[in-house]
Structures are given as C-alpha cells and as structure tokens.
C-alpha cells in the first residue's frame, strides 16, 4: 500500500495501524454521485447525470469492494453503459498498475496512464490521499466521480433505472434499516474483519479480529436456518456485500489472513448461500480466482515474503445447492 503526498508517491507498511497493532482502514476522499438528473447526492458535489458511456470504472478483480461494483454492473443490465479497465494483479511498491501481463488485465483504455495514482493525480494534481479501487471515472468531466465502494453499488442500483428499464431493486425502501443493520454488523465482522486478522501487528489485535470473523460467521450461519437470504426472502445488497468476502475466504483468507478456525464450506447454510450467490445469472463471470490468488499472496510480503502462490484449495462452486 502507499499514499500520495503532494503528487508523489509515498511507500508505506502494508498495513498502517494502531498503537496496539490493530490494522486502520483509511477513509475514501471522492464522496460525489451519479444521481438520474444530476443534482447533487447525498454528499459531494452535483453534476454528474446517469448517461449512458459517460462513465468508466477502475477496478481490481481481486479487491472485494471493487468486486461488490462488477457485480452490481452485471446484475443491472449496465455492462453496455458502463466501461470498465481492470488492474494488474499483483500491487508491488508502486502501487496498482495498468500492466497487461497478466490475463484479464487490460491496461488503461481510458487515459493510457501505467499507475492507478495517475488517475488520481489527473483529477487532483496536488492529491494526497490513500489509492484505492474501485474508482468511477466521468469520461466527460474528466474526474472522479467517487471512490467508495458502498455508494457506488448504491448509484448503480437506482440512478440509471431510466436508461435501462431495470426494476431489481437490492435496497428497497421497507428493507433498507435492516440492509443497513446486516451492513453495520457484517462490514466490521467479517469484510473488514478478515483484514485485521491478516494485517494485526500484534498478537492481543489478531486473537480480537478472528474472534469477530467468527462471530460474524456463527451469526449468519444461525440466521441462514431461518432465511434463505440475510435480509429475507429476496436478494439484497447486504447478501451481495457479503458475498465478495465469502468467495476469497477459503481460497485466500483462510491460510493468508490466518482466518483458520473453520473454512466456508465448514459452514452448512453459509456454504450453501455463497453458492447460490455464486450461481445467480451474471455473477460468475466477474468472480476470477486467478487475480484473487495472485493479488493476495504476491502482494503483501510482509505477509508472505516469498510471494509463493498455492496450489488450492480445489472448490466447486458449481455443485448443486441443498434447499
């Protein structure tokens, strides 16, 4: 990870944290909105109306809150709507690249830049600030319209219903209190959680973080008894939030963030629910466990210093779900 300060780029730890070891997530910096007329969002400035080739997103396939953006791209008929450039796999001290070594990496299609801080420099020249994926980019303006994962999965739920004639709502109005409750409970337990695990500088910070990871598991696993999707009976975004976590979480959390209790298919009704999120019509094709793989245990030698890259485990998500 690194930051840039006042244009240039700063290397620091993979993981920037707490007195105690605890691992610290910065905040996202652009908080703008894509809205259906234009007028401003609930932060961040207006301006920025749902049009169809106006927008690009920056994405990693490997990055959870990036996934989260891919999926509700597909699932809301925007792929002809919304141009999309991923991210080399493997973050070294530079920081996200536009490299296309790698298959499925596609470079900047955009603005030809090699470093994702350049598409923050192009916005701000005097940026200083954390860079992350997902970034949505306004084609036609020239900046970024936001960096938060959360909101945009929100922006692409709703704003460009006009254009496209979609009525999946996955934050309907009588669920959105308890979307946001399942949000406030599994954001910090087990999307975040995973990373405090993984990046703990101390062992009381690890022993803390993997006790909310499981927490968090047991809790969805005993509300799974009782409902096929956290929030009811219909897809949400909560599910979908959960969703990216619950993919890389054998694969990659559970030997590299040494997330090691149990595994998800450990979990009978989770194992079952992320298969049936897998399977949803769409959402497969934006699930690559060849970036995930790589991304993870290429790109944090303080965790893995020999960049060694596992054989499995041998997962298939395809096999028919109970219930």
């Not at 999926?71 to 450039?85: E, Q, T, W």
């Not at 405090?196 to 500088?201: I, K, L, T, Y």
């Amino acid at each position: 990870m690194g930051r840039l300060v006042g244009g240039t780029w700063e290397t620091s730890p993979v993981a920037p944290g707490a007195a105690d070891g605890s691992f610290q997530r910065a905040e996202s910096s652009w908080r703008n909105w894509i809205t259906p007329d234009g007028r401003p969002g609930p932060t961040g400035l207006g301006g920025f109306a749902a049009e169809s080739g106006r927008y690009h997103l920056y994405v990693s396939l490997a990055c959870p809150w990036a996934h989260r953006t891919l999926i509700f791209r597909a699932l809301k008929g925007l792929a002809a709507h919304i141009s999309v450039d991923v991210v080399h796999p493997v973050m070294d001290p530079d920081g996200w690249a536009f490299g296309t070594d790698f298959p499925g990496a596609t470079g900047d299609r955009v603005l030809g830049k090699d470093f994702l801080r350049e598409i923050y420099l192009a916005d701000d020249p005097e940026a200083t600030t954390k860079v992350t994926v997902p970034v949505l980019w306004d084609k036609a303006a020239g900046r970024i319209v936001s960096n938060e994962s959360s909101e945009i999965i929100r922006m692409l739920n709703s704003a460009f219903d006009g254009l496209t004639g979609s009525d999946l709502d996955l934050w309907p109005e009588p669920l959105r209190p308890e979307i946001d409750a399942i949000n406030a409970r599994v954001y910090p337990g087990l999307n975040n959680g995973v990373y405090r695990a993984g990046f703990a500088r101390s062992q009381a910070a690890y022993d803390a973080a993997v006790a909310d990871v499981f927490a968090t598991l047991d809790w969805m696993e005993a509300r799974l008894f009782e409902a096929r999707w956290l929030a009811g009976d219909r897809q949400t975004e909560a599910d979908w939030r959960a969703a990216t976590t619950l993919f890389r979480f054998d694969p990659v959390y559970h030997t590299h963030f040494k997330c090691n209790r149990r595994q998800i298919v450990q979990y009978p009704r989770v194992w079952d629910y992320a298969r049936r999120l897998y399977q949803t019509p769409g959402v497969a094709g934006t699930v690559d466990f060849a970036h995930i793989a790589h991304h993870y245990y290429r790109s944090h030698p303080d965790v893995n210093p020999f960049g060694i890259v596992p054989v499995g485990p041998e997962i298939d998500w395809t096999a028919p779900v109970a219930g």
